[in-house]
């Protein structure tokens, strides 16, 4: 199981970027499958996108062609690169890592995109 420390999250206004990151500590951080998952309020937590081990990635139809997620294995991180940011992209942003039958998630980081 890895420890997840997600960091990049701001104040941005509508049309803006930002980039996400997301430090995991273990030394099975490659086997992992990623993931970047949000909550707005009063709203469940959802999907925004997932890359695997062979860096194959899946997003959410409401972030594609305007969200990147990435990873580099030899510093243990993830990215999310958010482009073209929209107020209704506001919610907390939680990093995941899914290796078997372990899921570990972080403490989330705020974004807020202002109009």
């Known amino acids: 199981q890895v420890q997840l420390v997600e960091s990049g999250g701001g104040l941005v206004q509508a049309g803006g970027s930002l980039r996400l990151s997301c430090s995991a500590s273990?030394?099975?951080?490659?086997?992992?499958?990623m993931g970047w998952y949000r909550q707005a309020p009063g709203k469940q937590r959802e999907l925004v996108a997932t890359?695997?081990?062979?860096?194959?990635?899946n997003y959410a139809d409401s972030v594609k062609g305007r969200f990147t997620i990435s990873r580099d294995n030899s510093l243990n991180m993830v990215y999310l690169q958010m482009n073209s940011l929209k107020p209704e992209d506001t919610a907390v942003y939680y990093c995941?890592?899914?290796?078997?039958?372990?899921?570990?998630w972080g403490q989330g980081t705020q974004v807020t995109v202002s109009s």
């Open positions: 273990g030394s099975m951080f490659s086997r992992n499958v």
């Open positions: 890359i695997g081990t062979s860096s194959n990635t």
């Open positions: 995941n890592a899914q290796f078997l039958a372990f899921d570990s």
